[in-house]
């Protein structure tokens, strides 16, 4: 693919950088820069758009709690652990003009408080130092702490240290009992920043439209045309998934509107015919991809307007196509796309985001930088690793997964109570004594990047019960390293002690097949199975209502943008079609939008559903779940006039082992429930079984209807898989297999037997 105006893309991203980091922040809350380099201008506005100038606006407060910080629960000083950091990120877009840090903690009334205190340190620099006075010893104490908004960079760090002593003897412990200080959750940091209006430029992006410093919830408003074909729609779909892919664990959601909104930026799709308020088409040359002010706003907001347009819906879905795949490829104000090429076919379970199951697979492609697998300090955080894996793992051959992990850690001088424990999604798996170095076996040479000597380093072969490991998994190593003091005055703690997790460590499921029951909406809210079965959900079809409103475009964008976070892939080859044309991918997985005239069809459907919703009447159905034969236990059939939505799964009628799953409201806006608990954390586990109903707060999963089974199993496992099912089967599956035996051994021992008589 081609563009129209290349240019060297890092030291374009170097220019702009310095020129807004110069021209927008004053000098009295200005960030703190490096060397000083020349200023690059920006690019020269088109005919259809103007320049925006790297100045700075009013913005806004927010406050971020300690767990948007890092912290997730109490954060505890000890005397050889006595420093926490908190980490706080800055858009690209935004400079900090106030921050205020409120520090909530306790300390120990047990310490000689003219020697003890707490330093706040932001970026390494010194900010402020907290007494430790004895009245307000063991009691909760509130201090708020002014941080110079001219020490913000885009990565900050935030340390807490406590000094603490508690005796003038200079044997002092620092394992003492009393050198404690608890910060508690109730701390909080109140930011201010200002807008930056960054020039129009595609070698920006995807910022400003998502910033990876962001912790935030993407939320990015897609300006459709009015009545947007299935073709607009996909082009949308498909730029969604990749937003949400970006976007990751902070999940995103993309609100529908008409014409740009005028306090965000904003993603518009446009056609010569179909076009947002303030976007010039009129030299359209091709499909092309632009960035613009957001006409909405005041050209001194920095809003900005990415368009994706062509002369037709093909060239449209052209731009969206070259937008995500080679966006890095752009600079300037607009790139026209002269080709482009989705490459070979994907095969199934390639997902970016999945681990591979078909090979051994090591710890440093699960994690994005090797030192994600260290730690340092005497009672570190755990070090975590964290792994996707298709849910449709079925463990017929073993009962656990074999996990090699190997270590290096500074070693104790003696036997004593250093550890290293193993867990998974916090279970505990093994506990490993620590083994002190031996000296006379050491080896004298060091091995970089490793630690020396041999006994320094451990490996472990540890069975992972499958039962454990499911969609997503992390995988915790919690070194403890124990006190090496013998006696009084000793030793001395050092802040010497390391320990890390080999790169090289491994686990392997190569020995698992793929073979599920389905439907299980547990497996769509959790890895978007069987959509992401292949990552660019080639076997997927959207089924839209004929003549769909926002609401349901907005369900359509956040389930594709959903789809991409758990893949990491877009939906490039994902299929939209309308009620009405659902005979032209029968053969496909369906995501069905059910409200307008997919609500219809869905009532088509009704005998095979679970449960089927219109605007005014619910008819649920109620199976028995026996494998034999599973029949219909009863059904209601109620009239309500309150909300109601659900998420049900069914086996396709129209192909067999393919599924189908429906989002369902009695009205459009009611939809947005459903999302609601698929992006809350703390409510998708509720999501199970093949009918989900959500009724305001209250989440209900249900298994209700009948169930089939999908993926492949060798002949030999799926008739032992088949026969476990049914307890008379097994038992004259154990009788023949008992007959069998001992007639192989009766008829081995007969021809012994004769064998004998012969001589």
């Excluded at 201008?41 to 407060?61: E, K």
């Excluded at 976007?247 to 015919?273: E, I, K, Q, T, Y």
């Excluded at 993926?711 to 004259?732: D, E, N, T």
């Excluded at 035996?741 to 081995?748: D, N, T, Y």
């Amino acid at each position: 693919m081609r563009v129209t105006r290349p240019v060297r893309f890092g030291s374009l991203i170097l220019g702009f950088v310095v020129a807004f980091a110069a021209a927008a922040m004053p000098p009295q809350s200005s960030r703190r820069a490096g060397p000083s380099t020349p200023e690059t201008p920006a690019p020269a506005a088109s005919s259809t758009v103007a320049a925006a100038q790297p100045i700075a606006v009013a913005g806004q407060t927010r406050q971020l709690s300690l767990s948007d910080m890092g912290g997730y629960e109490t954060v505890k000083l000890r005397g050889v652990d006595p420093t926490t950091t908190l980490n706080v990120s800055v858009r690209n877009d935004e400079v900090v003009t106030a921050a205020r840090l409120k520090l909530v903690y306790t300390y120990s009334p047990s310490l000689i408080y003219a020697l003890s205190h707490l330093k706040i340190y932001l970026n390494g620099e010194v900010i402020a130092t907290l007494p430790l006075d004895k009245d307000s010893a063991g009691g909760t104490v509130r201090k708020d702490i002014d941080l110079d908004p001219r020490l913000f960079t885009d990565f900050n760090r935030i340390s807490v240290q406590m000094i603490a002593h508690y005796t003038m003897d200079h044997c002092e412990d620092p394992y003492h009992s009393t050198l404690w200080t608890d910060i508690s959750p109730e701390t909080s940091l109140a930011l201010t920043t200002s807008d930056i209006a960054l020039p129009n430029s595609l070698a920006l992006l995807p910022a400003p439209f998502f910033d990876r410093r962001d912790n935030r919830s993407l939320n990015i408003p897609f300006v459709l045309p009015a009545q947007a074909d299935p073709a607009v729609l996909r082009a949308a779909g498909v730029v969604s998934s990749w937003l949400g892919a970006l976007a990751d664990w902070r999940g995103a959601r993309f609100p529908v509107s008409a014409a740009p909104p005028a306090d965000s930026h904003a993603v518009a799709f446009a056609l010569p015919n179909a076009h947002p308020d303030g976007v010039n088409l009129t030299d359209l040359k091709g499909p092309t991809v632009l960035v613009m002010p957001n006409p909405a706003s005041p050209p001194e907001s920095g809003r900005k307007l990415l368009v994706i347009a062509g002369r037709d819906a093909k060239e449209l879905q052209q731009a969206a196509d070259a937008l995500v795949l080679g966006q890095v490829s752009m600079s300037g104000d607009r790139a026209l796309v002269n080709a482009i090429d989705l490459g070979p076919e994907r095969k199934p379970y390639d997902a970016p985001n999945w681990a591979p199951v078909d090979r051994v697979v090591t710890f440093k492609e699960l994690v994005t930088d090797p030192s994600q697998l260290e730690a340092a300090g005497f009672n570190p955080p755990a070090i975590r690793v964290k792994m996707r894996l298709p849910p449709d793992m079925f463990a017929w051959a073993r009962n656990s997964v074999p996990l090699d992990v190997h270590y290096r850690y500074t070693a104790p001088s003696s036997y004593n109570d250093s550890v290293l424990n193993v867990g998974i999604n916090d279970q505990l798996l093994r506990s490993v004594r620590l083994r002190p170095l031996d000296t006379s076996a050491a080896d004298r040479q060091f091995n970089v990047p490793l630690l020396s000597g041999n006994v320094s380093r451990g490996a472990e072969e540890i069975r992972v019960p499958a039962l454990r490991i499911g969609s997503n998994n992390e995988f915790q190593f919690q070194f403890h390293m124990d006190s090496q003091k013998t006696g009084l005055c000793v030793s001395t703690a050092t802040n010497s002690a390391r320990a890390a997790i080999d790169p090289d460590s491994t686990i392997d499921f190569s020995q698992f097949v793929h073979y599920t029951s389905m439907p299980n909406l547990a497996f769509i809210a959790s890895s978007g199975y069987p959509f992401t079965r292949m990552a660019d959900l080639a076997d997927t079809a959207v089924v839209m209502p004929d003549a769909p409103n926002a609401k349901d475009q907005e369900a359509f964008l956040a389930l594709l943008g959903r789809m991409g976070r758990m893949s990491g892939l877009p939906a490039l080859r994902v299929s939209v079609v309308p009620a009405a044309s659902i005979d032209t991918v029968k053969n496909k997985d369906l995501i069905v939008i059910g409200t307008g005239s997919a609500a219809d069809l869905l009532g088509k459907w009704g005998k095979g559903m679970p449960m089927v919703i219109e605007r005014s009447q619910n008819q649920l159905q109620l199976r028995e779940q026996s494998r034999g034969a599973p029949g219909t236990v009863g059904s209601v059939d109620v009239s309500v006039n309150g909300p109601m939505a659900a998420l049900v799964g069914f086996e396709s009628p129209y192909a067999r082992k393919r599924s189908v799953v429906a989002l369902e409201a009695n009205a459009s806006d009611r939809l947005m429930d459903v999302l609601d608990v698929l992006g809350d954390d703390a409510r998708v586990g509720e999501v199970r079984g093949d009918l989900t109903v959500v009724r305001q707060k209250v989440v209900v999963g249900l298994s209700a209807g009948e169930t089939y089974d999908v993926g492949h199993l060798p002949w030999y496992a799926w008739l032992w898989v088949h026969i476990s099912r049914y307890p008379v089967l097994m038992a004259i599956a154990g009788i023949l297999a008992g007959l069998f035996v001992a007639m192989s051994v009766f008829w081995a021992l007969g021809r012994i037997a004769a064998r004998r008589l012969d001589r």
